[in-house]
């Protein structure tokens, strides 16, 4: 029997978790539809209708968290959510000679992310961990991401519980096509060739290495392909032991998220009911509905009293009872979602402590989900160094160093980015009580010019347009000294040309 094709392969996986899908469509169609908006999506040009939900409450909620893990990952200033380390072990001479080169090299990579899609696509992954579970990023460069649609993507784990495959499918547009791929099989009528075509590629760890199988159209693509630093990143809410995918906060809440969606439809048929009315006319009296019907406001009617009467439903009992539950379920949904305390920090002057106590306190109501997440930051920020040096945009010394552990990438997001921006503070305080002191001892032991750097550093500031760098402070020095040199000689030389005259008029 021959070997069974990728697309084989990747039917038979994705048969098997036809049950997590199905779960994720249930959630998603409760809290936001268009996350999943087609459980069984094949690559076509139709657009699926989303289901009208009676409550937007639980869509509101996740997408404030994900605002908020969004710009705690990734802060929106100027202040970068990683920091490049220079190693211990390297000698005084090679940190003072690297220190300016690398803090260039973190303002090159923070812009290359700041003008990249990588908010956005951060944004949408972290959605749809909260809503499913599972989310995968793939960074095609430095300045251009894509998050996989739920359906077309798949993990494995080993016993340890770690990725060791990555599966996805990309629906390609055929006339788009380069000519390699759009003459791949041209000539056999399969039955995948369409305006959508997909696109297998499956991604294992291979002798310390990411080796990349890609299939189209039954055939190899890219053979021998491998990654060095892998650039897709998954984001999973809350891991099983011994399953590959992973539970979500909305699967968690489910219970409140539909009872609140029942309450909601029921209070909106209730307020219906309750609105309408009819008019009641006895039978027995010669009043007729043709003597009603076209008649205006306080229009003359021949009835005698009680022979018309109106009726209304009564419907406020059930009304109240649902606007209680609605309050009870709307606080339920604000405490899982943490969007009681996004109220907080409404106020006109907000200080960073106010911001730090928040993040502080809903880091730790999300039980490591951010540290989790920050660990795909840093294989990212690796990635992205790559794809500079490959660009000719940073020096291929700085990969050497990454490799050799001379360079660590350290992720500074969350409350450790907003910690940046205190150890701006604690350095003037430093500062001051130094200065206050007038101990010549104390200011001798200061690195005058680091100082500098680090509060500009960790303000956002570009430190090239603040600060002179140890270089440009030498040729300072030195034109200083040159200069004072030249002005000591003239002296000199005036002094020198005065004794003379001197001596010449003495008689």
């Known amino acids: 029997m021959a070997n069974p094709t990728l697309r084989e392969r990747y039917m038979k996986l994705d048969g098997l978790r036809a049950e997590v899908l199905d779960r994720a469509w249930t959630f998603a169609s409760f809290t936001i539809p268009r996350l999943f908006p087609d459980r069984y999506f094949q690559g076509g040009n139709y657009t699926t209708p989303l289901p009208e939900l009676y409550s937007s409450k639980p869509g509101t909620s996740i997408r404030k968290l994900s605002d908020m893990m969004t710009n705690a990952l990734f802060p929106p200033n100027d202040v970068p959510f990683f920091e490049l380390k220079l190693s211990p072990e390297l000698t005084e001479e090679q940190t003072e000679v690297l220190r300016d080169p690398v803090q260039e090299v973190e303002r090159i990579i923070l812009d290359a992310y700041q003008s990249s899609n990588y908010r956005t696509v951060l944004r949408t992954a972290l959605e749809h961990a909260i809503v499913m579970g599972d989310s995968l990023i793939f960074q095609m460069d430095e300045s251009r991401y894509k ?15 770690i990725i060791k495959e990555y599966w996805t499918l990309d629906w390609v547009v055929t006339d788009l096509l380069d000519d390699d791929l759009k003459g791949r099989n041209s000539g056999k009528p399969l039955y995948q060739q369409g305006e959508h075509e997909p696109l297998y590629t499956r991604i294992y760890m291979k002798d310390d290495k990411w080796t990349v199988e890609k299939s189209f159209r039954d055939t190899p693509v890219d053979e021998g392909a491998t990654y060095d630093v892998l650039p897709y990143y998954h984001i999973g809410w809350t891991p099983v032991a011994g399953e590959d995918y992973s539970r979500s906060l909305v699967e968690e809440t489910f219970g409140t998220i539909r009872s609140n969606e029942l309450n909601e439809k029921a209070l909106v048929e209730g307020t219906v009911a309750g609105s309408e009315g009819r008019i009641l006319i006895d039978p027995s009296s010669t009043t007729t509905i043709d003597d ?7 229009s003359v009617v021949s009835a005698r009293p009680g022979t018309i009467d109106t009726f209304q439903p009564n419907v406020s009992g059930s009304i109240q009872t649902a606007l209680l539950a609605k309050s009870e379920y709307g606080a339920e949904i604000d405490d899982a979602f943490l969007a009681a305390s996004a109220g907080n920090l409404t106020q006109d002057r907000t200080t960073a402590f106010q911001v730090n106590a928040v993040a502080s306190e809903r880091a730790q109501a999300l039980s490591g989900v951010l ?19 490959k660009n000719k945009k940073v020096a291929q010394e700085f990969k050497d160093l990454m490799d050799s552990d001379g360079l660590v990438v350290s992720i500074s997001s969350g409350i450790d980015a907003l910690g940046r921006q205190a150890d701006g503070i604690r350095l003037e305080s430093m500062i001051n009580i130094a200065f206050q002191t007038q101990d010549p001892e104390m200011l001798a032991v200061l690195k005058k010019s680091n100082i500098m750097q680090g509060i500009a550093r960790n303000s956002g500031l570009d430190m090239n347009q603040y600060i002179y760098s140890d270089q440009e402070m030498e040729e300072r020095a030195a034109a200083q000294q040159q200069q004072q040199a030249q002005q000591a000689a003239q002296e000199q030389t005036i002094k020198s040309a005065g004794a003379i005259a001197e001596g010449n008029l003495t008689p």
């Open 147 to 161: 998050v996989y649609h739920p359906a077309h993507f798949m993990i494995r784990r080993d016993g340890d519980g």
């Open 371 to 389: 540290s989790v997440t920050e660990q795909n930051l840093e294989p990212s920020v690796e990635f992205t160094v790559t794809r500079l040096i």
């Open 292 to 298: 009603l019907e076209g008649t205006v406001n306080w």
